[in-house]
Nanobody, 119 residues
Framework: QVQLVESGGGLVQAGGSLRLSCAASGRTFSSYAMAWFRQAPGKEREFVAAISRSGVSRNYADSVKGRFTISRDNAKNTVYLQTNSLKAEDTAVYYC????????????WGQGTQVTVSS
């Protein structure tokens, strides 16, 4: 399994942007489909965005479509989440996750990075 470490969270005003990064250890990063999830206080963890192993296929939750962009750099073993036009309701701990193959549960998780959007 890969080890995942997120960074880039912080406090930002509504309408602002943050770029989250998730660095993976190991030489098999390109074999993993990757995703971002988030969990707000008192709520369940929810899907945000996913990207295929090659980076060609991407999908997003309706709540972030048009505002967030997921990308990856397999040479750097890193997946990114560019978050724009942030809203107070985007406040959450953001987690990256990975899985081998194109289906099934995500079984590798990072420790999370806090994003706080002030209104």
């Amino acid at each position: 399994q890969v080890q995942l470490v997120e960074s880039g969270g912080g406090l930002v005003q509504a309408g602002g942007s943050l770029r989250l990064s998730c660095a993976a250890s190991g030489r098999t990063f390109s074999s993993y489909a990757m995703a971002w999830f988030r969990q707000a206080p008192g709520k369940e963890r929810e899907f945000v965005a996913a990207i295929s192993r090659s980076g060609v296929s991407r999908n997003y939750a309706d709540s972030v479509k048009g505002r967030f962009t997921i990308s990856r750099d397999n040479a750097k073993n890193t997946v990114y989440l560019q978050t724009n036009s942030l809203k107070a309701e985007d406040t959450a701990v953001y987690y990256c996750a990975g899985r081998l193959g194109s289906s099934g549960p995500y079984d590798c998780w990072g420790q999370g990075t806090q994003v706080t959007v002030s209104s």
